[in-house]
């Protein structure tokens, strides 16, 4: 119950994010990796249970029971954890990566979603705005101070404002479901997204050398080695002890105890192959994380630029611009009442203010999905 109310009441982007990472699917299905790797080292370093044989003839010994064992005394078992150890720490990272990419996707999401909500509360006020005009003009009309077009062309406009309101409600419950798909939980409401400065470039690219994905590809290199150091272990012999117990029955019943020794000799192959795929394959992950950081500058330098350029555009249009728009309109709307501005002049004082309306959320919108494509760049919040 408490939990539902929690829900209920409008989420910030941090609530939004914290949400995410307790119930996204895909992120608890990546950090379920780590738990998996963790058994793989458990399993990596258990031995190998012991092989019992029996044989019974008319030969003497007429009975023979065996007891063979396999003892990684030259480092097998040692290699096998620190190999299992190292996709430990490969899954961690993976984990890390998946969750940048889920806060930068909540950013995106959250702010769509708290935009298109934004439009249809503007759309809704529109058309009541345009429904008021519909009702003036047609008073004016009724008292011979409009024309019949006047009433045709405001009662038209006012049923233009009120489809794209319903548009504009149907694009913002697309936007919630979308969210709430990621989120893992129903949203009720959300607050307005915080609008942070980005930092300086060189600090942005400073920031993005730690990038979890370039974490990732270093673990990786360093998993590889650590196989290429199990496959040379690998042709280390693997001493397999025998206890034999017999039994005699020529000339009289007896009983002996024999022990041996075996293991594999490397004369025909050294394991060299394989030792070489892994040094190739960590020599990939170095070289992958190369192209990946001079990637992920790009990004950065792109996206910087981005949302200094939309929040540019956002001061504008949401400050001096949109108040002006406004007054112009109330001026209109004033003339046209005592007849002393054409209905032309209102809906066009209308269609301005929409306009910069509209203008104004978009440029929002777009400097906050540039501070995602900042965040993923990074693989960090900001």
């Not at 309306?357 to 960090?380: F, M, P, V, Y």
Request: aromatic fraction near 4%; charged fraction near 25%.
């Amino acid at each position: 119950m408490l939990f539902a109310l929690l829900v209920a009441a409008p989420l910030s982007l941090g609530e939004a994010r914290a949400l995410a990472d307790r119930r996204n699917g895909g992120l608890l299905a990546t950090q379920a990796g780590i738990e998996v790797a963790r058994a793989g080292v458990e399993a990596a370093g258990q031995l190998v249970n012991p092989t019992l044989s029996a044989s019974y003839g008319k030969d003497d010994p007429k009975l023979q029971v065996g007891l063979d064992f396999k003892v990684p005394i030259f480092g097998q078992r040692g290699a096998a954890v620190a190999s299992a150890e190292a996709q430990v720490g490969v899954a961690e990272a993976d984990a890390l990566v998946e969750r940048a990419r889920l806060h930068a996707a909540v950013r995106r999401l959250y702010c769509a979603s708290w935009a298109a909500s934004e439009q249809a509360q503007l759309a809704e006020n529109a058309a009541r705005i345009a429904a008021e005009l519909a009702d003036m003009a047609a008073e004016r009309f009724r008292t011979g101070s409009a024309a019949q077009i006047e009433v045709e062309q405001s009662a038209l406009a006012s049923r233009r404002a009120q489809q794209d309101k319903l548009d504009r409600d149907a694009e913002a419950a697309a936007a919630r479901r979308e969210l709430e798909a990621t989120l893992g939980a129903p949203v009720d409401g959300l607050e307005p997204p915080p609008r942070p400065d980005a930092p300086a470039e060189d600090e942005l690219l400073q920031r993005a050398r730690q990038h979890p994905e370039l974490q990732a590809l270093r673990r990786q290199e360093d998993a590889a080695l650590t196989r290429a150091d199990e496959e040379r272990a690998a042709i280390r012999p693997l001493p397999i002890l025998s206890i034999i117990a017999q039994r005699y029955e020529d000339p009289a019943v007896s009983f002996g105890l024999r022990g041996g020794i075996a293991f594999d000799l490397p004369l025909l192959s050294l394991n060299r192959g394989r030792v070489h795929e892994q040094e190739q394959t960590a020599n990939r992950a170095e070289v992958q994380a190369r192209a990946t950081l001079q990637r992920l500058t790009g990004q950065v330098r792109a996206a910087r630029a981005r949302w200094a350029a939309a929040s540019a555009r956002a001061t504008f249009y949401g400050g001096a611009f949109l108040q002006s728009a406004r007054r112009i309109l109330e001026m209109a709307r004033a003339g046209y009442r005592i007849g002393r501005t054409s209905l032309i002049t209102v809906l066009q004082a209308q269609s301005d203010l929409s306009s910069a309306n509209s203008r104004a959320l978009d440029a929002t919108l777009e400097a906050q999905k540039a501070l995602a494509d900042l965040e993923e760049a990074i693989g960090a919040d900001l």
